[in-house]
Every structure is written in structure tokens, then in C-alpha cells.
DNA sequence: CGAGTTTTTGAGCGCTCTCAATTAAAGTGG
DNA sequence: CCACTTTAATTGAGAGCGCTCAAAAACTCG
């Protein structure tokens, strides 16, 4: 870890490993996220690509030197790095207090609040979404096991609340409607 | 939210609540830390003190017109937001995976290990650390209910891996014990 | 098509929650 | 200083959600 990093494109995820295996997802790389610390060595975390991935390398020590040098580039990343802190914080309300089912429609509704905010496109009939992470790779993100991540998907497949074209494409034909099972406040985040 | 602040004495927490009244702490502020945006404007979350605090405050304009002119405030805020991020991360570990008895344990030695930072007072005898949580502030802080962590702690006492002086104060025989029960891999922290 | 992986589904159990009652501690006013 | 109220903490009994273990089904890819 003696480089900062950049992803530009693909996906990976920050992970933290029990002793005994329990895995826990405790953050999701997309392209323009930022990975490193400035300022220290070691990384507590483990970082896994999911996907085929290109990133962006900086040494270390020029980056440092850079850092000092044009302050905007340190008030920038002090910017991304809150707005992590954000994400993590609303991430720990999820661990600690929703049911598995609000979980699983806070997971697809963060994915598609993202995947909107990327693409801009004008939605034409129900949102689709693409889950980019294994049923596993979402028990580990949620704090769930891989069994109770299927049970709740085949659940909101039964109410209605999401429709399955594969195992990975989700589509949404009412977003409000996710959002309510997501437990968060309504109309969350100017997804609409 | 127009100011920013430094936490100077006394303990506030940072916490998020859903609409039926679920509470998670996600964060815990004390003495030296760092409240605020700069850069944004409204806080998505709710700053409660737990005990009689004293902050140090700032304006926001002048205090981000500080930032611009000496880059070393904004490299020293940076990094003490990469250390709030890396300690959410830990969190989100522990809500995610840990049980109730590893919750709890965890929750004693994050304190023992801050306390020890904070006084750097040589332990004779068995080290002993003040609580400044109440039961249901911890159960909010590790994402249980408060008779569980009621339960737990009883538990913990029964077996002899901590000792209670009434209802607020623990003493900690054994801190190897101690981070035995909470999962955490061993020696985690250079507490000894 | 067949071998491997991923996902779904089932049955039963256990940890934590819920609801409720009791005990302990901390203020309050006479 | 001592009843009395209020708040905090402990403990119990029972239920439910998510986990564990196990097997079947669906998808992937050579």
C-alpha cells in the first residue's frame, strides 16, 4: 500500500475478516471513488475487485507533495472522504436496526439511486437496475447470510415490489413503493 | 448548522432515527473532535450531548477561508476524517456480524483502549473504566435492545471477565479475556 | 450435454426481541 | 433524614426473525 488510488472503472469492495471467516463488506469502490491514505501505511481493510477493474495509480510521496502544494486537491478529497463518512453512517443505521427485508430494498434502491445518477437517462417504463454483486456479496454487504438475501428477493418478488429478468436485472415498477419497504424516509434522496 | 465545532469537554453522540423510532448511534464525540461540514450545509444527522459539554465553535466562512490559506488545516482535517472512516468501518464490522456478547465486549474495550489514550495513567491493579453510557445509549450505540445488553453485561459478569462497582463502573481483570470475548483478533490495539 | 458454480427452497433451531414485572438508584419535597 | 416519585437497570417468559444444515434447481461455460 505505498500508492493512492483511483478506480475508473469496475468494481470493488472493502471487506473486514473475522478470525473465524464472518466477513463483512464495509465499503463499495465505484468509478471516481478514491482508495489509500494519505498520511498512512498500512490498510486495516481488504480490497477485492468484483469485476474486471482499472484504476488510477499515484505514488505516494509525489501524490503527498502534490497534496501540499495545490490546497484545493487536499479540500477535495476531505470533501469525498465526508461524503464516504455519510454513506458509512447511513450504512451502520441499515446494520444496526432494518429488518432483512428493508435491507435487501435499501441494497437495490442505493444501486439504483446510483446507477441514476450515473447514467441520466430518462427512465422509459419501470426502472431496471443491475445488481453487480453475487447473492454472497450482499449477505456480506447486509450482514445477512446468502440464504436470507435469496429468501427476501424471492419475497419482494412475490409482493410485487420488484420483478427478476435473470438473477441479476431487477426491474422496479414503483420506486415509491421500494423506498417504503427500504424503511427510509419517503421520497429519500430525489430519486423521482 | 452555520458553524463548525471542536469538541472541548463532554461527550455527544451522533445518531439516526427512522420514521417508527428506531435509533442507531453513529457516531461518538469526544474531546478533540470534529463537528461540521465544511462545504455543505445541512447535517443528516442528530448531535444529542450525553453529558454537560463544551464545544469550541467557529463560523463557517472564515473558518473555510482559514482552510484555503494554510494547507495544513485542511491535511489535518482530512486525516482526521480518514480516522473517523476507518473507525465507522470497524463499526459496521461489529453491527453486522458480531453477537450480542462480542457487541458488548467490544463496546468495554473500545472504551479501556480510548480511556488509556486519553490518561496514559499507569494501571496498578486491575484496569477500570468508567461507562459514560447509559444502558440504552449502548444498546443504541451496538445496534441491540437495552435489555440485551443488560443481559450480556450480567452475563459477562457471571463469568468473571469483568467486575461491576455499581451500575456505571467496570473493572477488567483479565483484558486479554476481555478481547478474547469481543472477536477482535488478538493483542487488538496495542492496549497492553 | 455435463461439470461446476450460483441460487433457490425447505425444515428446525437459537439468539435476540417483545412484553411485563421487579429491583435498584437518583432526585424531590416535607 | 426519610417517604415518595421518577428514572434506570435487572430479570423472566414466550415468540419470531434470521441462521444453520441440507438438498434441489437454475444458471454458466467449456
Known sequence: ???VRNVLSGIASL???????RRQMV???LPSDFVGRPGRSAAAFDVTA???LVMCCFRKK???EMMSATPHVAQRLLEMTLDELDAAREWMLLLGRKTAREK???LISIIARRDAALHLRKRTGPLSVDLPLTREEMADYLGLTLETVSRQIS???KDGVITLEGNRHVLIPDIDRLLEEAGDDSDGGMLV
Open 1 to 3: 500500500m505505498s500508492s
Open 15 to 21: 471487506t473486514q475478516t473475522m478470525e473465524d471467516g
Open 27 to 29: 465499503g463499495l469502490l
Open 50 to 52: 468484483t469485476t474486471d
Open 62 to 64: 509525489p501524490f503527498e
Open 104 to 106: 435487501i430494498a435499501s
Open 155 to 157: 419475497a419482494l418478488k
